[in-house]
């Protein structure tokens, strides 16, 4: 893996869920279980209907919530308390991937579709919470989710971040569309590889992709 092409990058941001832990760690099936059951009630609909509804508005909208906002006009805040309200004991702290994070020359963030509150408990349990500069979560973007350009240009622009010199690593390939169009190094973090024009690099071990970068 060609380390000459991050070595102009000097800011670093990382997705959160299936990308700072493993998706064997099974986090985010918790969190699945109380979107629909979240659905069930808001909507007063059946369970069978929730979780369609669910796996429906993230493939139309980029998240759950973005569809019960746009046709419900549902309030985002309490929806995300609610639906990260979970049992962290399932992740465990990893020291090399601290180390690995910790070493990258310039700044380190971490850009989710879920709440800040909840991406400072995850990376706290993770053992990560020395190693970033800062946190987004959703709210940062006005409630707009990745994947819309719109999203990470409002986050992209609070942070300050020169996008030619930026890399993103996301589990999610839709993600990486609108940073790789803006000038970001892109990498699909996940089990499988899922080629595509705006995915310039694949791992499935970002600790020892990482490691490589630092060589």
Do not use: C
């Not at 930026?166 to 892109?186: K, Q, S, V």
């Amino acid at each position: 893996m060609p380390a000459e092409h991050f070595a102009h990058i000097d800011t670093w941001v990382f997705d959160l869920d299936n990308t700072l832990y493993p998706p064997q760690m099974r986090l985010f099936d918790q969190i699945e279980v109380r979107m629909t059951a979240y659905v069930m009630q808001a909507l007063g609909v059946t369970e069978p209907e929730a979780n369609r509804l669910r796996k429906l508005y993230w493939a139309e909208y980029g998240t759950t919530l973005a569809g019960l906002m746009r046709l419900h006009d549902l309030d985002p805040l309490p929806y995300l308390e609610a639906v990260h309200d979970i049992d962290f004991s399932v992740l465990s702290a990893d020291a090399e991937l601290s180390a690995r994070i910790a070493a990258l020359p310039g700044r380190r963030i971490v850009y989710t579709n879920g709440s800040e509150p909840y991406a400072r408990r995850v990376i706290a349990a993770r053992g990560l919470e020395r190693v970033f500069d800062q946190v987004y979560g959703v709210e940062h973007a006005g409630f707009r989710p990745k994947p819309e350009p719109a999203a990470f240009a409002e986050v992209f622009e609070r942070d300050g971040l020169e996008a030619r010199r930026a890399a993103m690593f996301e589990d999610d390939p839709r993600n990486l569309a609108a940073p790789h169009a803006m000038g970001l190094r892109t990498v699909h973090v996940a089990p499988t590889p899922q080629p595509a024009p705006h995915i310039h690099h694949h791992t499935d071990d970002l600790s020892g992709f990482l490691r490589q970068l630092l060589r």
